[in-house]
Protein backbone atom coordinates (compact mmCIF):
# COMPACT_ATOMS: atom_id res chain seq x y z
CA UNK A 1 0.00 0.00 0.00
CA UNK A 2 1.08 3.58 -0.89
CA UNK A 3 1.46 5.85 1.87
CA UNK A 4 -0.73 8.83 1.01
CA UNK A 5 -1.10 12.13 3.25
CA UNK A 6 -2.55 15.37 3.38
CA UNK A 7 -2.56 18.77 4.43
CA UNK A 8 -6.06 20.30 4.32
CA UNK A 9 -6.22 24.01 5.72
CA UNK A 10 -9.56 26.01 5.14
CA UNK A 11 -8.24 29.35 3.86
CA UNK A 12 -9.76 31.62 6.28
CA UNK A 13 -6.39 32.96 7.41
CA UNK A 14 -2.97 32.75 6.23
CA UNK A 15 -1.05 29.50 7.05
CA UNK A 16 -0.06 29.90 10.77
CA UNK A 17 3.28 27.63 12.28
CA UNK A 18 0.90 25.60 14.07
CA UNK A 19 -0.88 24.63 10.11
CA UNK A 20 2.68 24.79 8.87
CA UNK A 21 4.09 22.22 11.07
CA UNK A 22 0.87 19.39 10.25
CA UNK A 23 2.02 19.99 6.62
CA UNK A 24 5.77 19.54 7.47
CA UNK A 25 4.94 16.52 9.47
CA UNK A 26 2.64 14.66 6.51
CA UNK A 27 5.01 15.74 3.79
CA UNK A 28 8.28 13.85 5.83
CA UNK A 29 5.52 11.10 6.21
CA UNK A 30 5.15 10.59 2.65
CA UNK A 31 8.32 11.31 1.29
CA UNK A 32 9.58 9.08 4.20
CA UNK A 33 7.67 6.16 2.60
CA UNK A 34 8.07 7.27 -1.03
CA UNK A 35 4.24 7.80 -1.11
CA UNK A 36 2.20 11.02 -1.97
CA UNK A 37 1.82 14.29 0.08
CA UNK A 38 -1.43 15.95 -1.06
CA UNK A 39 -3.01 19.64 -0.68
CA UNK A 40 -7.10 19.80 -0.39
CA UNK A 41 -8.21 23.21 0.42
CA UNK A 42 -11.37 23.22 2.56
CA UNK A 43 -13.42 26.69 1.04
CA UNK A 44 -16.76 25.72 1.82
CA UNK A 45 -17.48 29.10 3.96
CA UNK A 46 -17.66 30.72 1.09
CA UNK A 47 -18.17 34.11 3.10
CA UNK A 48 -14.45 33.87 5.23
CA UNK A 49 -12.62 31.92 2.24
CA UNK A 50 -10.75 34.15 0.24
CA UNK A 51 -8.28 34.02 -3.06
CA UNK A 52 -5.44 35.52 -0.99
CA UNK A 53 -5.36 33.68 1.87
CA UNK A 54 -5.26 30.47 -0.71
CA UNK A 55 -2.45 32.79 -2.46
CA UNK A 56 -0.54 33.11 0.75
CA UNK A 57 -1.02 29.14 2.07
CA UNK A 58 0.50 28.58 -1.19
CA UNK A 59 3.45 31.15 -1.15
CA UNK A 60 3.69 29.33 2.47
CA UNK A 61 4.38 25.91 1.68
CA UNK A 62 6.27 26.39 -1.58
CA UNK A 63 9.16 28.84 0.52
CA UNK A 64 9.08 26.45 3.43
CA UNK A 65 9.99 23.59 0.21
CA UNK A 66 7.02 21.73 1.23
CA UNK A 67 5.71 20.98 -2.56
CA UNK A 68 2.73 18.76 -3.05
CA UNK A 69 1.65 15.91 -5.30
CA UNK A 70 -0.79 16.38 -7.99
CA UNK A 71 -2.89 19.85 -8.22
CA UNK A 72 -4.87 20.87 -5.17
CA UNK A 73 -8.21 19.63 -4.71
CA UNK A 74 -10.47 22.62 -3.43
CA UNK A 75 -13.16 21.29 -1.77
CA UNK A 76 -15.65 23.75 -2.62
CA UNK A 77 -15.94 21.91 -6.21
CA UNK A 78 -17.24 18.50 -4.59
CA UNK A 79 -20.29 19.40 -2.80
CA UNK A 80 -22.63 17.59 -5.19
CA UNK A 81 -20.44 14.33 -4.57
CA UNK A 82 -20.28 15.01 -0.49
CA UNK A 83 -24.67 15.29 -1.45
CA UNK A 84 -25.21 12.38 -3.39
CA UNK A 85 -23.46 10.17 -0.67
CA UNK A 86 -25.41 11.05 2.21
CA UNK A 87 -28.61 10.56 0.28
CA UNK A 88 -27.00 6.91 -0.47
CA UNK A 89 -26.79 6.95 3.11
CA UNK A 90 -30.33 7.43 3.75
CA UNK A 91 -31.07 5.41 1.08
CA UNK A 92 -29.31 2.41 2.59
CA UNK A 93 -30.98 3.08 6.02
CA UNK A 94 -27.53 4.36 7.98
CA UNK A 95 -28.79 8.01 7.84
CA UNK A 96 -32.02 9.84 7.77
CA UNK A 97 -34.02 13.10 6.84
CA UNK A 98 -34.80 15.34 10.00
CA UNK A 99 -37.26 17.75 9.98
CA UNK A 100 -36.82 19.42 13.87
CA UNK A 101 -37.11 23.74 13.94
CA UNK A 102 -34.56 25.38 15.61
CA UNK A 103 -36.98 26.08 18.48
CA UNK A 104 -37.31 22.50 19.08
CA UNK A 105 -33.81 21.66 19.24
CA UNK A 106 -33.29 24.71 21.89
CA UNK A 107 -36.24 22.83 23.75
CA UNK A 108 -34.36 19.58 23.54
CA UNK A 109 -30.89 20.90 24.96
CA UNK A 110 -32.78 22.98 27.90
CA UNK A 111 -34.70 19.95 28.49
CA UNK A 112 -31.25 17.57 28.32
CA UNK A 113 -29.04 20.51 30.80
CA UNK A 114 -32.21 20.33 33.10
CA UNK A 115 -31.85 16.71 33.23
CA UNK A 116 -27.71 16.86 34.15
CA UNK A 117 -27.15 15.40 30.47
CA UNK A 118 -25.03 16.78 27.28
CA UNK A 119 -27.21 19.08 25.47
CA UNK A 120 -27.75 17.11 21.90
CA UNK A 121 -29.97 16.08 19.83
CA UNK A 122 -32.73 13.18 21.13
CA UNK A 123 -33.09 11.11 17.73
CA UNK A 124 -36.53 12.25 17.33
CA UNK A 125 -36.43 11.97 13.32
CA UNK A 126 -34.11 8.60 13.68
CA UNK A 127 -37.20 6.22 13.22
CA UNK A 128 -40.22 8.01 11.90
CA UNK A 129 -41.69 7.55 8.73
CA UNK A 130 -41.11 10.86 6.33
CA UNK A 131 -44.78 11.09 5.41
CA UNK A 132 -45.29 12.05 9.15
CA UNK A 133 -43.36 15.12 8.12
CA UNK A 134 -44.55 19.05 8.95
CA UNK A 135 -45.20 20.76 4.93
CA UNK A 136 -43.07 23.20 3.70
CA UNK A 137 -39.88 22.68 5.80
CA UNK A 138 -36.74 21.69 4.57
CA UNK A 139 -34.87 18.88 6.13
CA UNK A 140 -31.08 18.21 7.30
CA UNK A 141 -29.20 14.76 6.78
CA UNK A 142 -28.69 12.99 10.51
CA UNK A 143 -26.21 10.30 10.47
CA UNK A 144 -27.75 7.20 12.28
CA UNK A 145 -24.87 6.70 14.53
CA UNK A 146 -24.45 3.63 16.93
CA UNK A 147 -26.41 4.15 20.46
CA UNK A 148 -24.45 1.28 22.65
CA UNK A 149 -20.81 0.30 22.78
CA UNK A 150 -17.65 2.58 22.27
CA UNK A 151 -15.67 3.73 19.04
CA UNK A 152 -12.17 3.05 18.77
CA UNK A 153 -9.70 4.91 17.97
CA UNK A 154 -6.16 3.15 17.65
CA UNK A 155 -3.96 6.58 17.43
CA UNK A 156 -0.69 6.58 15.67
CA UNK A 157 0.53 9.46 18.92
CA UNK A 158 -2.01 8.81 22.04
CA UNK A 159 -2.07 5.35 21.82
CA UNK A 160 -6.05 3.97 22.19
CA UNK A 161 -8.34 6.37 22.74
CA UNK A 162 -12.18 5.38 22.82
CA UNK A 163 -15.33 7.15 23.33
CA UNK A 164 -18.48 5.99 25.01
CA UNK A 165 -21.24 6.18 21.88
CA UNK A 166 -24.17 7.49 23.93
CA UNK A 167 -21.71 10.77 24.13
CA UNK A 168 -22.67 11.40 20.13
CA UNK A 169 -25.27 12.37 18.66
CA UNK A 170 -27.11 11.73 15.48
CA UNK A 171 -24.75 14.42 13.79
CA UNK A 172 -25.77 16.56 10.70
CA UNK A 173 -24.42 15.22 7.28
CA UNK A 174 -26.57 17.79 4.81
CA UNK A 175 -27.83 21.24 5.98
CA UNK A 176 -31.50 22.43 5.41
CA UNK A 177 -30.00 24.79 2.81
CA UNK A 178 -28.90 21.46 0.99
CA UNK A 179 -25.07 22.15 1.98
CA UNK A 180 -22.63 19.37 3.19
CA UNK A 181 -21.18 20.15 6.39
CA UNK A 182 -17.70 19.66 7.35
CA UNK A 183 -17.82 16.31 9.09
CA UNK A 184 -18.93 14.63 5.90
CA UNK A 185 -16.88 16.62 3.13
CA UNK A 186 -13.73 15.83 4.60
CA UNK A 187 -14.27 12.11 5.35
CA UNK A 188 -15.77 11.68 1.04
CA UNK A 189 -12.87 13.55 -0.04
CA UNK A 190 -10.15 11.80 2.28
CA UNK A 191 -11.76 8.66 0.68
CA UNK A 192 -12.40 9.90 -2.88
CA UNK A 193 -8.57 10.91 -2.71
CA UNK A 194 -6.94 7.43 -1.23
CA UNK A 195 -5.43 9.30 1.91
CA UNK A 196 -4.81 6.66 4.23
CA UNK A 197 -2.74 8.53 6.99
CA UNK A 198 -3.56 12.04 8.67
CA UNK A 199 -1.13 13.67 11.19
CA UNK A 200 -2.65 16.34 12.57
CA UNK A 201 -3.71 18.77 15.82
CA UNK A 202 -4.96 17.23 18.85
CA UNK A 203 -8.02 19.67 18.75
CA UNK A 204 -9.18 17.45 16.17
CA UNK A 205 -9.13 14.52 18.56
CA UNK A 206 -13.26 14.95 18.86
CA UNK A 207 -13.87 15.40 15.34
CA UNK A 208 -12.09 12.44 14.21
CA UNK A 209 -14.03 10.09 16.40
CA UNK A 210 -17.52 11.44 14.32
CA UNK A 211 -15.03 11.16 11.09
CA UNK A 212 -14.65 7.03 12.70
CA UNK A 213 -18.55 6.80 12.65
CA UNK A 214 -18.73 7.82 8.67
CA UNK A 215 -16.53 5.68 7.42
CA UNK A 216 -18.11 2.90 9.51
CA UNK A 217 -21.41 3.82 7.81
CA UNK A 218 -19.87 4.12 4.38
CA UNK A 219 -18.22 0.74 5.11
CA UNK A 220 -14.88 2.75 3.91
CA UNK A 221 -11.75 1.63 5.02
CA UNK A 222 -10.56 4.26 7.93
CA UNK A 223 -6.94 6.30 7.40
CA UNK A 224 -4.55 6.00 10.35
CA UNK A 225 -4.41 8.52 12.72
CA UNK A 226 -2.25 10.74 14.71
CA UNK A 227 -3.02 13.61 16.92
CA UNK A 228 -0.25 16.14 17.94
CA UNK A 229 -0.26 18.27 21.28
CA UNK A 230 -0.88 21.86 19.89
CA UNK A 231 2.10 24.09 19.98
CA UNK A 232 2.84 26.22 23.40
CA UNK A 233 4.45 29.84 23.57
CA UNK A 234 7.62 29.77 25.64
CA UNK A 235 6.00 30.29 29.01
CA UNK A 236 3.17 27.05 28.73
CA UNK A 237 0.56 29.08 27.68
CA UNK A 238 -1.61 27.91 23.91
CA UNK A 239 0.14 29.89 21.62
CA UNK A 240 -1.27 33.50 20.71
CA UNK A 241 0.22 36.01 18.43
CA UNK A 242 1.76 37.86 21.73
CA UNK A 243 4.03 34.69 21.03
CA UNK A 244 4.57 34.86 17.59
CA UNK A 245 1.59 32.44 16.36
CA UNK A 246 1.97 34.85 12.77
CA UNK A 247 1.34 33.54 9.16
CA UNK A 248 4.62 31.50 8.40
CA UNK A 249 5.61 34.74 5.95
CA UNK A 250 6.09 36.82 8.84
CA UNK A 251 9.02 35.06 9.69
CA UNK A 252 10.24 35.61 6.31
CA UNK A 253 9.87 38.65 6.50
CA UNK A 254 11.91 38.58 10.16
CA UNK A 255 14.90 37.71 7.99
CA UNK A 256 14.26 33.79 8.85
CA UNK A 257 15.33 31.06 5.95
CA UNK A 258 12.97 27.92 5.42
CA UNK A 259 15.33 25.16 6.26
CA UNK A 260 15.73 26.94 9.79
CA UNK A 261 12.24 27.52 10.28
CA UNK A 262 11.87 24.09 8.93
CA UNK A 263 13.85 22.94 11.24
CA UNK A 264 12.70 24.28 14.27
CA UNK A 265 9.19 23.25 13.09
CA UNK A 266 10.44 19.22 13.10
CA UNK A 267 11.59 19.68 16.95
CA UNK A 268 8.18 20.66 17.77
CA UNK A 269 7.21 17.29 18.41
CA UNK A 270 9.46 14.80 16.99
CA UNK A 271 12.87 14.24 18.03
CA UNK A 272 15.64 11.94 16.44
CA UNK A 273 17.66 11.52 19.59
CA UNK A 274 19.83 14.44 20.72
CA UNK A 275 19.73 15.88 17.32
CA UNK A 276 19.33 19.31 16.87
CA UNK A 277 20.59 20.17 13.54
CA UNK A 278 18.76 18.37 11.02
CA UNK A 279 18.60 18.69 7.43
CA UNK A 280 16.03 18.15 4.80
CA UNK A 281 17.43 14.99 4.07
CA UNK A 282 18.16 13.65 7.36
CA UNK A 283 14.62 14.48 8.50
CA UNK A 284 12.90 12.50 5.40
CA UNK A 285 14.96 9.43 6.14
CA UNK A 286 15.07 9.60 9.44
CA UNK A 287 11.03 10.61 10.38
CA UNK A 288 8.68 8.40 12.15
CA UNK A 289 5.36 8.54 13.84
CA UNK A 290 6.68 7.23 16.66
CA UNK A 291 9.41 9.46 17.62
CA UNK A 292 6.06 12.12 17.82
CA UNK A 293 5.77 12.99 21.15
CA UNK A 294 2.23 13.54 23.56
CA UNK A 295 3.43 16.46 25.37
CA UNK A 296 2.45 20.07 23.87
CA UNK A 297 6.37 21.94 22.42
CA UNK A 298 6.78 25.39 22.98
CA UNK A 299 8.46 27.61 20.18
CA UNK A 300 11.66 29.40 21.69
CA UNK A 301 12.24 32.29 19.42
CA UNK A 302 15.83 32.29 20.63
CA UNK A 303 16.32 28.52 19.19
CA UNK A 304 14.79 29.45 15.96
CA UNK A 305 17.51 32.62 15.84
CA UNK A 306 20.60 30.17 16.83
CA UNK A 307 19.22 27.78 14.40
CA UNK A 308 18.86 30.31 11.64
CA UNK A 309 22.28 31.75 12.59
CA UNK A 310 23.61 28.55 11.85
CA UNK A 311 22.05 27.87 8.49
CA UNK A 312 22.87 31.28 7.45
CA UNK A 313 26.37 30.40 8.19
CA UNK A 314 26.22 27.16 5.51
CA UNK A 315 23.97 29.12 3.36
CA UNK A 316 25.35 29.77 -0.30
CA UNK A 317 27.25 32.80 -0.66
CA UNK A 318 25.59 33.68 -4.20
CA UNK A 319 22.04 32.90 -2.75
CA UNK A 320 22.45 35.26 0.43
CA UNK A 321 23.61 37.87 -2.04
CA UNK A 322 20.09 37.81 -3.99
CA UNK A 323 18.43 37.37 -0.56
CA UNK A 324 19.72 40.64 0.04
CA UNK A 325 19.35 42.26 -3.15
CA UNK A 326 15.74 41.22 -3.06
CA UNK A 327 15.08 43.27 -0.02
CA UNK A 328 17.54 45.91 -0.57
CA UNK A 329 17.21 46.46 -4.22
CA UNK A 330 19.73 46.64 -6.95
CA UNK A 331 23.13 48.29 -6.43
CA UNK A 332 25.72 48.85 -9.08
CA UNK A 333 28.22 46.33 -10.28
CA UNK A 334 31.18 47.34 -8.14
CA UNK A 335 28.50 47.26 -4.79
CA UNK A 336 27.45 44.01 -5.63
CA UNK A 337 31.24 42.60 -5.99
CA UNK A 338 31.78 43.99 -2.71
CA UNK A 339 29.07 42.23 -0.77
CA UNK A 340 29.86 39.50 -2.63
CA UNK A 341 33.47 38.98 -1.39
CA UNK A 342 32.65 40.14 1.79
CA UNK A 343 30.00 37.58 2.38
CA UNK A 344 32.07 35.29 4.55
CA UNK A 345 32.66 38.04 6.93
CA UNK A 346 29.16 39.42 6.95
CA UNK A 347 27.37 36.00 7.50
CA UNK A 348 29.06 35.16 10.54
CA UNK A 349 27.97 37.66 12.80
CA UNK A 350 24.28 37.95 11.36
CA UNK A 351 22.18 35.93 12.70
CA UNK A 352 18.39 36.76 10.41
CA UNK A 353 18.80 38.02 7.21
CA UNK A 354 17.76 41.44 8.49
CA UNK A 355 21.26 41.55 10.69
CA UNK A 356 22.54 40.56 7.32
CA UNK A 357 21.02 43.36 5.82
CA UNK A 358 21.76 45.84 8.79
CA UNK A 359 25.62 45.00 8.80
CA UNK A 360 25.63 45.08 4.64
CA UNK A 361 25.09 48.65 4.91
CA UNK A 362 29.02 49.13 4.79
CA UNK A 363 29.39 47.99 1.57
CA UNK A 364 26.55 49.53 0.08
CA UNK A 365 26.45 53.01 1.97
CA UNK A 366 28.02 55.99 0.28
CA UNK A 367 31.23 56.66 2.26
CA UNK A 368 31.42 59.43 4.67
CA UNK A 369 35.29 60.17 5.65
CA UNK A 370 35.66 59.49 9.43
CA UNK A 371 37.48 61.63 12.09
CA UNK A 372 40.22 59.88 13.77
CA UNK A 373 42.42 61.16 16.90
CA UNK A 374 45.44 62.97 16.75
CA UNK A 375 47.58 60.59 17.79
CA UNK A 376 46.50 57.95 14.95
CA UNK A 377 47.88 60.00 12.13
CA UNK A 378 51.33 58.79 12.38
CA UNK A 379 50.44 55.23 12.84
CA UNK A 380 47.93 55.80 9.84
CA UNK A 381 50.34 57.09 7.30
CA UNK A 382 52.45 54.14 8.21
CA UNK A 383 49.95 51.53 7.54
CA UNK A 384 48.94 53.50 4.25
CA UNK A 385 52.30 53.29 3.09
CA UNK A 386 53.09 49.72 4.18
CA UNK A 387 49.72 48.70 2.53
CA UNK A 388 50.37 50.40 -0.91
CA UNK A 389 53.61 48.90 -1.48
CA UNK A 390 51.78 45.33 -1.06
CA UNK A 391 51.37 43.95 -4.70
CA UNK A 392 49.90 40.66 -3.30
CA UNK A 393 45.84 42.25 -2.42
CA UNK A 394 44.77 39.08 -0.61
CA UNK A 395 44.07 38.50 2.98
CA UNK A 396 47.39 36.60 4.02
CA UNK A 397 49.42 39.05 2.39
CA UNK A 398 47.17 42.40 3.96
CA UNK A 399 47.64 40.43 7.34
CA UNK A 400 51.30 40.19 7.25
CA UNK A 401 51.86 43.44 6.22
CA UNK A 402 49.71 44.98 9.04
CA UNK A 403 51.06 42.85 11.97
CA UNK A 404 53.97 43.79 10.74
CA UNK A 405 53.45 47.26 11.01
CA UNK A 406 51.84 47.01 14.65
CA UNK A 407 55.54 45.36 15.36
CA UNK A 408 57.28 48.17 13.83
CA UNK A 409 55.66 51.24 15.60
CA UNK A 410 55.19 49.28 19.12
CA UNK A 411 51.67 49.51 18.67
CA UNK A 412 49.08 46.85 19.78
CA UNK A 413 47.78 45.10 16.92
CA UNK A 414 44.06 45.91 17.71
CA UNK A 415 44.47 49.14 18.11
CA UNK A 416 45.32 49.66 14.71
CA UNK A 417 42.69 46.94 13.34
CA UNK A 418 39.92 49.80 14.84
CA UNK A 419 41.48 52.77 13.63
CA UNK A 420 41.52 50.69 10.19
CA UNK A 421 37.50 49.59 11.19
CA UNK A 422 36.60 53.59 12.40
CA UNK A 423 38.36 54.80 8.38
CA UNK A 424 36.98 52.25 6.24
CA UNK A 425 33.04 52.07 7.40
CA UNK A 426 32.70 54.78 10.75
CA UNK A 427 31.19 51.63 12.38
CA UNK A 428 33.06 49.86 15.95
CA UNK A 429 31.20 46.33 15.16
CA UNK A 430 32.18 45.02 11.45
CA UNK A 431 33.38 41.97 10.09
CA UNK A 432 37.32 41.66 10.45
CA UNK A 433 39.63 44.49 8.88
CA UNK A 434 41.14 41.96 6.72
CA UNK A 435 37.30 40.74 4.81
CA UNK A 436 36.60 44.71 4.98
CA UNK A 437 40.42 45.46 3.04
CA UNK A 438 39.91 42.24 0.37
CA UNK A 439 36.04 43.22 -0.52
CA UNK A 440 36.42 47.02 -0.60
CA UNK A 441 39.86 46.19 -3.25
CA UNK A 442 42.67 47.94 -2.41
CA UNK A 443 42.05 51.21 -4.73
CA UNK A 444 38.99 51.70 -2.35
CA UNK A 445 40.73 50.99 0.62
CA UNK A 446 43.75 53.35 0.21
CA UNK A 447 40.93 56.19 -0.93
CA UNK A 448 39.43 56.11 1.88
CA UNK A 449 42.49 55.93 4.20
CA UNK A 450 44.17 58.72 2.38
CA UNK A 451 40.14 60.55 2.68
CA UNK A 452 40.99 60.77 6.65
CA UNK A 453 44.56 61.89 6.56
CA UNK A 454 43.79 64.89 4.04
Not at 246 to 272: F, K, Q, T
Not at 275 to 284: F, K, V
Request: proline share 4%; hydrophobic share 40%.
Amino acid sequence: MSMITRFAPSPTGFLHIGGARTALFNWLLARHHGGKFLLRIEDTDRERSTQETIDAIFRGLKWLGINWDDEPVFQSTRLDRHVALAQKLVENGKAYYCYCSAQELETMRNEAKANGLSPKYNGKWRNRDPKEAPANVNPVIRLKAPLDGETILHDLVQGTVTVSNDQLDDMILVRSDGTPTFMLSVVVDDYDMEINHVIRGDDHLTNTFRHIQIFNAFGWKIPEYGHIPLIHGPDGAKLSKRHGALGIEAYRDMGYLPEAVCNCLLRLGWSHGDDEIISQEQAINWFAVDSLGKSPSRLDFSKLTNLNAHYIRQADNNRLLNELLSVIGDVSEEKRRRLFLGMNGLKQRSKTLLELRDLATIYTDDFVPAKIDVSAVDILNHVLLTLEAEENWNEESVERQLRNASAKKNVPFGKIAQIIRNVLTGKKITPSIFDMLISFGKYESLCRIKSVLG
